[in-house]
């Protein structure tokens, strides 16, 4: 059975910084690319940034420059580094494999960042 639970999300002002996690189990997490998305209010659910197994990395234009995704397969945990928080950031974080695979869906992490 896989689960996928993500922690670390809040509330912060803009500006500030947040740490999330994902911890995989179930899954062969070091062989898998993962991937963090992020679903704001009213809107769809869109990828945020991914990481392959080699370490190889990828982001949203929104997000570049002020996110940075990583690994550590020895835990089977994938973390979002979100520094320079915009009010935009706001939503529930997700993480999930590359592609996406819709059973594995956590319960998400909401980040709220306030004006």
């Known amino acids: 059975q896989v689960q996928l639970v993500e922690s670390g999300g809040g509330l912060v002002q803009t500006g500030g910084s947040l740490t999330l996690s994902c911890l995989a189990s179930?899954?062969?997490?070091?062989?898998?690319?993962m991937a963090w998305y992020r679903q704001a209010p009213g809107k769809q659910r869109e990828l945020v940034a991914r990481?392959?197994?080699?370490?190889?990395?990828n982001y949203a234009d929104s997000v570049k420059g002020r996110f940075t995704i990583s690994r550590d397969n020895a835990k089977n945990t994938v973390y979002l580094q979100m520094n320079s928080l915009k009010p935009e950031d706001t939503g529930v974080y997700y993480c999930?494999?590359?592609?996406?695979?819709?059973?594995?869906w956590g319960q998400g992490t909401q980040v709220t960042v306030s004006s």
């Open positions: 999930n494999v590359v592609p996406r695979i819709s059973t594995y």
């Open positions: 990481i392959f197994s080699g370490g190889m990395t």
């Open positions: 179930g899954i062969r997490f070091s062989i898998n690319a």
